[in-house]
């Protein structure tokens, strides 16, 4: 059989792991500046880019996108030439794809400080950058294809479906919750509202999680743990069914991040029966993969490789148990906007994904260097350090959830809240978020130690570039299916067609939650009451997207007795028709605002202009014990009204009812309702002192108009709760 001389290219698979390396610093250091904002809240205060509501995006981006994206890229381009027994498709793709990906990073390091976000979760990015990112996603989908087709290896291996799969459905997720419609350079809106919008960004970001984080891993477990342990994957049948069953089930879990929200109780059912079968398709890829490591378990006990591994296949099972716990609705009713989804998230995102890629990339640079890692014991090191990490920072966040949520909810004998305000639950977790930064620290000395042995590790070798490899061509075969193969053997050497499948799989449970939510306008009953956003408080709004707010407070008050009795009554769906982004929130580090403008409510709502003055320029002036930071630059800050009349008209083409003459005076509408609060301002001593004689006049201020934006909230419906 004659055999074909090539070179498999090593120099993307190590431009992408050191690119991971720097990202990776960078993103888990801003994470831990932001957890020790939680204990010193105001140390960048003055500093608009360096507060938490704009640096939290950043983070999130940058551990997701940089670091785990860079390193699954590397993972992908080195097993994926190896396993195909070809040269990627196109260098010049290849570099394309590594460049453009990095240009994409720094965007967003430039652009999320500054304030420029949708504030939608994992998908913070503006328009210009979402296309760029849809772009680059093309190019490495072209790549891998072409890979994929000039291929010497008859069959595709399981790793390859996984990565198939990740391209699919990162492209249908990227571009359909994409959808916005610009206003500006950097500035744009979602063309969904309210509960669509909702349903859309967590079908997106339950699936970004699923379909980033989770599918190429799992390749890239089928490829790297045998290789590391020497052995074969212990059941071929079983990653078959592992598989097909999870991208099918994956995609349908979205829902339960919206559970007792105002989104449709057929949707939250759907979400949380397939939530709870998505533990089955998971656990099977879990015990794969730690099956595999049968006969090996006393090189384990010396190999860093696969005790990072190990952790990381472990920690996989222990998110994708938890998962399908949390969306049974009765624990979600305890865990959901707590502290206990964080621990959850960093679970998985440290031990799964984090662990995975430092036991590859030891793995790998030694090979790719003509050495051997520099330093056993440091790679050991770096592995225990981790490792508790991980603990000190889970378990405090755990705790800190039981907490929240036994407070928030407990009743004294005589039916009034225990704990009526919100700040003496953040007082009694402050010890645990103390854990959690000492955590995250060790876990971010464990990464620079990696950092150290990989330096020394490449110094001491000689890069191998292109690597020399050979193998036969690949023999013409019948396209149909021969005596005695197996349907899934043939299909494996049919690419495009194992394309097409999984496109199919992915699209059902999409296309079904999606389109009656969209299409069906009974789904979201509307309320005649509620009225869109007067020009103010438009821009107050965009203010509020623009500082992060939504990190912190939630806008939906679920039908439970002690939010009913704390925040006013229970959100609905027809409340938030004109809420281009929505926004709900994820976390409660702070009070709901869904009825902050209602007065009624002995410990939330209905406070004065002056108080919220007061608050966002100094918040533990106003309530000892807050960790929310200042805001003074919105005090400072002259507001800009040269885009709000394109505001409007991108809202009335999105169906927000404006009229003409509103559209047409909108700055004008906006400075009369700007003077009345500027009057009531004003009216109070200390604040006619300090800027009764400024040159820019108080009604000018950002401050005015996010003042405006949370006086509205909750006032269409005029809802009153009792006293």
């Given at each position: 059989m004659e055999m074909q001389q090539f070179q498999y290219d090593n120099k993307i698979v190590r431009n992408f792991i050191y690119a991971s390396i720097v990202f990776g610093i960078v993103g888990m250091l801003v994470g831990l500046i932001l957890a020790f904002m939680f204990l010193f809240p105001n140390v960048t205060s003055?500093?608009?880019?360096?507060?938490?509501?704009?640096?939290?995006?950043?983070?999130?981006?940058?551990?997701?996108?940089?670091?785990?994206?860079?390193?699954?890229?590397?993972?992908?381009?080195?097993?994926?030439?190896?396993?195909?027994?070809?040269?990627?498709?196109?260098?010049?793709?290849?570099?394309?794809?590594?460049?453009?990906?990095?240009?994409?990073?720094?965007?967003?390091?430039?652009?999320?400080?500054?304030?420029?976000?949708?504030?939608?979760?994992?998908?913070?990015?503006?328009?210009?950058?979402?296309?760029?990112?849809?772009?680059?996603?093309?190019?490495?989908?072209?790549?891998?294809?072409?890979?994929?087709?000039k291929r010497r290896e008859r069959h595709i291996y399981v790793a390859i479906w996984f990565y198939i799969a990740t391209f699919v459905t990162v492209a249908v997720l990227h571009i359909f919750n994409s959808f916005e419609l610009p206003v500006s350079a950097m500035k744009s809106y979602s063309v969904y509202a309210g509960v669509q919008d909702a349903l859309v960004q967590w079908w997106y970001g339950h699936n970004a999680v699923a379909f980033f984080l989770t599918t190429p891993f799992l390749g890239m477990m089928y490829y790297f743990v045998p290789k590391?342990?020497?052995?074969?994957?212990?059941?071929?049948?079983?990653?078959?069914?592992?598989?097909?069953?999870?991208?099918?089930?994956?995609?349908?879990?979205?829902?339960?991040?919206?559970?007792?929200?105002?989104?449709?109780?057929?949707?939250?059912?759907?979400?949380?029966?397939?939530?709870?079968m998505l533990i089955a398709p998971s656990w099977g890829g879990m015990i794969n993969g730690l099956l595999t490591l049968r006969g090996v378990w006393d090189k384990v006990r010396t190999d860093s490789v696969l005790k990072f591994f190990v952790v990381a296949i472990t920690g996989y099972g222990m998110a994708t148990f938890e998962g399908p716990m949390l969306s049974l609705k009765?624990?979600?009713?305890?865990?959901h906007f707590t502290d206990w989804i964080i621990a959850h998230v960093h679970v998985g995102a440290l031990a799964w994904n984090g662990f995975l890629s430092f036991g590859m990339i030891y793995w790998l640079i030694p090979r790719m260097t003509k050495s051997k890692l520099y330093s056993e014991k440091l790679a050991n090191f770096h592995f225990w350090i981790g490792t508790l990490g991980i603990i000190l920072y889970a378990l405090p966040m755990y705790v800190a959830g039981f907490t929240q949520a036994s407070m928030w909810k407990q009743f004294k004998p005589d039916g009034t809240l225990q704990y009526g305000n919100?700040?003496?639950?953040?007082?009694?977790?402050?010890?645990?978020?103390?854990?959690?930064?000492?955590?995250?620290?060790?876990?971010?000395?464990?990464?620079?130690?990696?950092?150290?042995n990989i330096i020394k590790t490449v110094k001491q070798g000689s890069a191998i570039q292109d690597e020399p490899a050979e193998a036969p061509a690949l023999a013409v075969i019948s396209p149909n299916r021969l005596k005695g193969e197996k349907w899934h053997a043939w299909l494996e050497r049919k690419p495009v067609r194992f394309m097409v499948y999984t496109t199919i799989a992915i699209l059902i449970g999409g296309l079904i939650q999606i389109l009656p939510t969209i299409l069906v306008k009974s789904n979201i009953p509307t309320i005649a009451a509620v009225k869109p956003y007067t020009p103010l408080e438009l821009q107050g709004r965009d203010l509020y997207i623009r500082e992060g707010c939504v990190s912190c407070h939630s806008q939906m008050i679920r039908p439970f007795r002690s939010?009913?009795?704390?925040?006013?009554?229970?959100?609905?769906?027809?409340?938030n028709v004109y809420d281009h982004p929505f926004l709900w929130g994820s976390k409660r580090t702070g009070p709901d605002l869904a009825r902050e403008g209602v007065p009624g409510k002995p410990f939330n709502g209905g406070r004065d202009d002056v108080w919220h003055f007061n608050?966002?320029?100094?918040?533990q002036s106003i309530s000892p014990g807050s960790i929310m930071p200042r805001y003074q630059w919105l005090i400072k800050n002259e507001l800009d009204?040269?885009?709000?009349?394109?505001?409007?008209?991108?809202?009335?083409?999105?169906?927000?009812?404006?009229?003409?003459?509103?559209?047409?005076?909108?700055?004008?509408?906006?400075?009369?309702?700007?003077?009345?609060?500027?009057?009531?301002?004003?009216?109070?001593?200390?604040?006619?002192k300090a800027f009764g004689n400024a040159t820019v006049p108080l009604k000018d201020r950002e401050i005015v108009a996010l003042i405006a934006y949370l006086q509205r909230l909750g006032t269409d419906t005029q809802v009153k709760s009792k006293k």
């Open positions: 003055g500093i608009p880019f360096l507060s938490f509501g704009r640096l939290r995006p950043l983070h999130t981006n940058a551990v997701i996108f940089a670091f785990v994206g860079n390193a699954m890229f590397a993972g992908v381009y080195y097993s994926m030439q190896r396993l195909l027994k070809a040269r990627m498709f196109s260098d010049l793709l290849s570099k394309l794809h590594f460049w453009g990906w990095q240009l994409i990073i720094v965007a967003a390091a430039i652009t999320l400080p500054l304030g420029y976000t949708t504030s939608k979760e994992y998908a913070e990015l503006e328009w210009p950058i979402d296309i760029a990112i849809a772009l680059i996603w093309v190019v490495f989908g072209i790549n891998m294809i072409g890979t994929i087709i590391a342990a020497n052995r074969p994957v212990y059941s071929y049948r079983l990653s078959i069914i592992h598989f097909w069953s999870l991208i099918f089930i994956y995609i349908w879990a979205g829902p339960h991040h919206l559970l007792y929200s105002s989104l449709p109780d057929w949707a939250q059912n759907l979400g949380v029966v397939f939530s709870v009765n624990v979600n009713a305890i865990a919100f700040l003496e639950t953040v007082t009694q977790i402050m010890p645990m978020y103390w854990m959690r930064a000492i955590g995250g620290t060790l876990y971010l000395v464990g990464v620079i130690v990696l950092v150290y939010e009913v009795e704390r925040y006013g009554e229970y959100s609905k769906s027809g409340e608050h966002m320029y100094d918040p009204n040269s885009t709000l009349q394109a505001k409007m008209e991108a809202m009335v083409t999105l169906g927000v009812p404006y009229s003409k003459e509103e559209v047409a005076n909108a700055v004008k509408i906006s400075d009369e309702q700007a003077a009345k609060i500027e009057a009531r301002l004003l009216a109070n001593a200390d604040i006619k």
